[in-house]
């Protein structure tokens, strides 16, 4: 170390002030070289909370107290439609007699139904029946309609119709499935 300093002695002052100014640009470029990247991190991280900033403040506009009401209001809604109300067996009857009803309504005849077992997913239970119908086709486009805007969320999953060429017969004779998702 005296070395360096014996060195530095020997040094006239016009060199001595040259190597401090250089001695200073060096660290001053070396703290400026460490600066960047924690310069960088900084201006990333400003610019992410003003986005999640933003973020927040729009998701408050959306779950104001009214609007939070009023989605849980239509969940209940819909939750009273479709949620399980009884056994299988009284799912079973009621989605037979919206069937029924609707066939009637609609002046189809219902030559045979025949249940399906019902389908136990994650969610719910999804229930079929198969119906063999005999129709024209003015009843049978109603008792499409029907079915598809029953308040039991009713769907046609399989529709097969054949002409019937009997003089006395519906000019329609067909198979279809109908099946209903009831959550648990």
């Given at each position: 170390?005296?070395?360096?300093?014996?060195?530095?002695?020997?040094?006239?002052?016009?060199?001595?002030?040259?190597?401090?100014?250089?001695?200073?640009?060096?660290?001053?470029?070396?703290?400026?070289?460490?600066?960047?990247?924690?310069?960088?991190?900084?201006?990333?991280?400003?610019?992410?909370?003003?986005?999640?900033?933003?973020r927040v403040a729009h998701n408050r506009k959306v779950l104001e107290p009214g609007l939070t009401?009023?989605?849980?209001?239509?969940?209940?809604k819909v939750e009273s439609v479709l949620k399980k109300k009884g056994s299988t067996a009284e799912?079973?009857?009621?989605?037979?007699?919206?069937?029924?009803?609707?066939?009637?309504?609609?002046?189809?005849?219902?030559?045979?139904?025949?249940?399906?077992?019902?389908?136990?997913?994650?969610?719910?239970?999804?229930?079929?029946?198969?119906?063999?119908?005999?129709?024209?086709?003015?009843?049978?486009?109603k008792f499409l309609h029907g079915v598809e805007s029953s308040p039991q969320v009713l769907r046609?999953?399989?529709?097969?119709?054949?002409?019937?060429?009997?003089?006395?017969?519906?000019?329609?004779?067909?198979?279809?499935?109908?099946?209903?998702?009831?959550?648990?």
């Open positions: 170390m005296s070395g360096w300093l014996e060195r530095l002695s020997g040094l006239t002052g016009r060199q001595q002030m040259g190597l401090t100014v250089a001695l200073a640009l060096a660290v001053v470029a070396g703290l400026n070289l460490a600066a960047i990247p924690i310069r960088k991190w900084f201006a990333t991280t400003a610019r992410a909370i003003e986005v999640e900033g933003k009401e009023a989605v849980e209001e239509a969940y209940r799912e079973t009857a009621a989605m037979f007699g919206t069937l029924e009803t609707l066939a009637r309504e609609a002046r189809v005849n219902l030559a045979g139904v025949k249940p399906q077992e019902p389908q136990v997913g994650a969610d719910g239970e999804t229930y079929r029946v198969d119906l063999e119908i005999e129709a024209d086709m003015t009843g049978l486009l046609v999953d399989q529709l097969q119709l054949q002409p019937v060429t009997k003089p006395d017969a519906l000019p329609l004779k067909g198979q279809m499935t109908i099946s209903q998702l009831v959550f648990l």
